[in-house]
């Protein structure tokens, strides 16, 4: 076995004892009120950095070009409630134009 093969294989294992160690833990038990609201704001959180590194990330550096016009489109529209397809069209529409006049 290669030694990516053995990497992929201890991550899996990893993931796998990790997530069921809350139900092992735990037992049917609930969990504290401030503990819930923690875990709830994980998941938006880890989303924001992600959309973080994606859109200035770069190789060795923070990049500023169209991908964060896109992103500063998606939030606008986003915030005026318009429908998620229509919020991706103009993000993407957005990137387009940023980077043929900004290229």
């Known amino acids: 076995m290669s ?25 049917g038990r609930e969990l504290p009120a401030r503990m ?27 990049v500023l070009d169209g991908r964060l016009v896109g992103v500063a489109t998606a939030i606008v529209a986003v915030r005026l409630r318009a429908p998620l397809i229509v919020s991706i069209v103009a993000a993407a529409v957005a990137t387009a134009l940023a980077r043929a006049l900004f290229s």
């Not at 959309?51 to 770069?58: D, F, K, L, P, S």
Request: proline share 4%; hydrophobic share 65%; glycine share 10%.
């Open 3 to 27: 030694t990516t093969w053995l990497v992929v294989a201890l991550v899996g294992a990893f993931t796998i004892a990790f997530k069921a160690a809350g139900p092992v833990l735990l037992g």
């Open 36 to 62: 819930t609201a923690a875990f709830e704001l994980l998941a938006p959180s880890l989303l924001a950095a992600l959309v973080v590194t994606q859109a200035v990330g770069g190789k060795q550096a923070i």
